[in-house]
């Protein structure tokens, strides 16, 4: 499919148009965050902001999904709900789009989950590349996911005075149908390009002291380190992490029945494998019922066993759970630690 470039004046009229005939969700300020939500023009859109508070996965795996109703009437009778609206995510950053790929591999390769893959047909996603670090914070460069060849239907960057528009999906070129503003790249253009990803690469600075290739063996070797114990007593298991992370897809599902027991539903709801409960069977045991426990189960999780089964970075580096945990954790921090000198180990109890 031959690349776009459109003068920035134009993309602000062509968003306005969607926004009048779709349902657009872009990234809006909201007080010191920044959250996605729909949009009924382009004047509201954030336009420099930090990840946003929530991921853009949400639309695909919501807080709260209904994935069937049932009723009582003349015997049992069950009907599977699926949401097909169709919708557009503008503004996202490369590294949700590397979770958004992520999560397409697990749902619909793997699980073949008809919940979310009746959602995911109606979602077009235009991304928008990063030229340079959100805040320090963010270490998308360490977990090579500043670059993006997937999971996009469009992917815009920023030329300066137009953006330089990739399309990635049959879906993403019928959204340009019709847009005379827009028009073909050609070779400037394409040079312009190169050098923005030349100037962007200069601008991030890697901040893993360990090659990513390493990183799953890192943490098989570090399973007894004496950093779990510290970060176990330092940890609230509040859940703040895994709630924001573009990654995670753990749920439960539970059943709602109503007063007059003729009817119900059942639905998912997000859950943590930092809360205690996660992880308790029947009979009020729980096989991670240790803080540093849990806390060593989600660094595996993100840099070693999401990897190992699919292929695929389970951390992106957005650095979401650092902005949001209360007590300061800092993945970038762990790694590092992990790879340094193990740490000293001082008479103490893990906290339960």
Not at 141 to 146: I, Q
Request: proline fraction near 4%; include cysteine.
């Amino acid at each position: 499919m031959i690349d776009r470039v459109i003068q920035k004046a134009h993309l602000t009229e062509f968003l306005d148009h969607l926004a009048g005939e779709r349902v657009v969700a872009a990234p809006v300020a909201d007080g010191p965050l920044t959250r996605f939500r729909r949009i009924h023009s382009a004047a509201e859109i954030a336009a420099h902001y930090l990840p946003t508070a929530l991921p853009p996965s949400k639309y695909l795996l919501p807080t709260k999904e209904v994935l069937l109703r049932y009723r009582y009437d003349h015997g049992v009778s069950a009907e599977a709900q699926f949401d097909t609206q169709e919708m557009i995510a503008f503004g996202v950053r490369p590294c949700d789009l590397h979770a958004l790929a992520l999560l397409d591999a697990i749902f619909i390769d793997d699980k073949h989950d008809g919940h979310y893959m009746a959602r995911r047909q109606h979602v077009v996603l235009v991304g928008i590349e990063c030229l340079s670090p959100c805040d320090d914070h963010c270490f998308c460069e360490s977990m090579e996911t500043l670059e993006v060849h997937t999971a996009y239907d469009l992917l815009l960057t920023d030329l300066g005075e137009a953006y330089y528009v990739r399309i990635g999906s049959a879906a993403g070129k019928e959204l340009l149908k019709g847009v005379d503003s827009m028009r073909e790249a050609v070779y400037e253009d394409r040079t312009r390009l190169r050098k923005a990803h030349e100037a962007r690469y200069a601008a991030f600075t890697p901040r893993l002291e360990t090659d990513l290739s390493q990183l799953p063996d890192l943490l098989a070797d570090s399973s007894d380190s004496l950093l779990w114990d510290v970060l176990g007593e330092k940890c609230l298991s509040c859940g703040a992490c895994t709630n924001v992370c573009p990654t995670c897809y753990c749920f439960d599902v539970k059943d709602e029945v109503d007063l007059g027991l003729s009817s119900g539903e059942r639905y998912r709801a997000w859950d943590s494998c930092q809360l205690e409960e996660f992880a308790m069977v029947g009979t009020g045991e729980s096989f991670r019922q240790p803080r540093n426990m849990r806390v060593k189960h989600r660094f595996n999780r993100k840099g070693r066993y999401i990897l190992e089964r699919y292929g695929m970075q389970g951390c992106v580096g957005c650095g979401r759970c650092a902005r949001n945990c209360l007590v300061g954790i800092d993945p970038v921090e762990v790694f590092n630690q992990l790879k340094g000198q193990p740490v000293e180990r001082q008479e103490r109890q893990v906290m339960r």
